[in-house]
């Protein structure tokens, strides 16, 4: 099985001044200071990108952002390329986020086109999939998040192994209802059983896949455990520089 180094993101969603990235930022250096064999990676809204671009130079934190548009310019108001967040200072964007699919109406055709362009601009794309309690209840969930993957990497003919794939059930997200442990490696296996068949076995053992949904430091340990879970995606929990700290240094 191949090696993959663990990675913690945490998404700050809509959250955030300038005044608390300082602050969040400071005390997460402080806690988590030395090097570590964790990737970790922060996606603050964009009015907080360059603040945070300043303030982790220098560190080993990556940072992301939360959506791109695909056209890397153009007359698209309201909308944020590729280009510009490279210019920012960005290196990874989370992309098909359930929030963006459930209020901002993005498909599963608008993930790809956005995947493309992550890749094409230079961004590794952390792709988002999940399922519905109503899907999964429905016995959907396999089928539904094998089609989501197949969709967005439906431009994706190279490199895979750069991909990441975060998992986060819709019904676990903010609700303090975590996937079990062997619910979510069920799930991490049969994804990583889709890139199989996208690319090739070794391919598919070198992506990182990602669990996200209520992750918090009580249950990041059972969660890190599984085979096929090889990081979290972190919203409200990354809002706190001890809680944070602590699912980074996962047990
Ligand atoms: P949560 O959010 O940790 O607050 O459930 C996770 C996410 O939406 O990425």
């Given at each position: 099985?191949?090696?993959?180094?663990?990675?913690?993101?945490?998404?700050?969603?809509?959250?955030?001044?300038?005044?608390?990235?300082?602050?969040?930022?400071?005390?997460?250096?402080?806690?988590?200071?030395?090097?570590?064999?964790r990737?970790?990676?922060?996606?603050?809204?964009?009015t907080?990108?360059?603040?945070?671009?300043r303030?982790?130079?220098?560190?080993?934190?990556c940072?992301?952002?939360q959506?791109?548009h695909?056209?890397?310019?153009?007359?698209?108001?309201?909308?944020?390329?590729?280009?510009?967040?490279k210019?920012?200072?960005?290196?990874?964007?989370?992309?098909?986020?359930?929030e963006?699919?459930?209020?901002?109406?993005?498909?599963?055709e608008?993930?790809?086109?956005?995947?493309?362009?992550?890749?094409?601009?230079?961004?590794i794309?952390?792709?988002?999939?999940?399922?519905?309690?109503?899907?999964?209840?429905?016995g959907?969930?396999?089928?539904?998040i094998?089609?989501?993957?197949?969709t967005?990497?439906?431009?994706?003919?190279?490199?895979f192994?750069?991909?990441i794939?975060?998992?986060?059930?819709?019904?676990?997200?903010?609700?303090g209802?975590?996937?079990?442990?062997?619910?979510?490696?069920e799930?991490?296996?049969?994804?990583?059983?889709?890139?199989?068949?996208?690319?090739?076995?070794?391919?598919?053992e070198?992506?990182?896949?990602?669990?996200?949904?209520?992750?918090?430091?009580?249950?990041?340990?059972?969660?890190?455990?599984?085979?096929?879970?090889?990081?979290?995606?972190?919203?409200?929990?990354?809002?706190?520089?001890?809680?944070?700290?602590?699912?980074?240094?996962?047990?």
């Open positions: 099985m191949a090696i993959r180094r663990s990675l913690i993101a945490g998404n700050w969603k809509m959250f955030g001044t300038r005044a608390e990235a300082e602050h969040l930022l400071s005390a997460l250096k402080t806690r988590i200071g030395r090097p570590t064999d990737e970790v990676i922060i996606a603050p809204p964009f907080l990108l360059e603040t945070a671009s303030l982790l130079a220098g560190t080993s934190i940072l992301a952002a959506n791109l695909w056209e890397p310019q153009g007359a698209f108001t309201g909308e944020i390329s590729g280009p510009m967040l210019d920012v200072g960005c290196s990874h964007v989370i992309l098909g986020h359930s963006r699919r459930q209020y901002c109406g993005e498909t599963d608008q993930v790809a086109q956005k995947v493309g362009a992550a890749r094409r601009d230079g961004l794309p952390i792709i988002c999939v999940g399922e519905t309690l109503a899907q999964r209840e429905g959907e969930t396999t089928a539904l094998s089609r989501q993957v197949r967005a990497l439906r431009q994706v003919q190279t490199n192994s750069s991909l794939i975060a998992y986060e059930p819709v019904w676990a997200i903010g609700t209802k975590t996937a079990t442990p062997a619910q979510a490696q799930v991490h296996a049969a994804i990583r059983a889709t890139l199989a068949e996208l690319s090739d076995r070794a391919t598919a070198m992506v990182r896949i990602l669990y996200g949904g209520s992750v918090k430091p009580d249950n990041v340990d059972g969660l890190m455990a599984e085979a096929d879970i090889d990081g979290a995606l972190v919203g409200g929990a990354s809002l706190q520089a001890e809680a944070f700290a602590r699912i980074i240094q996962f047990r």
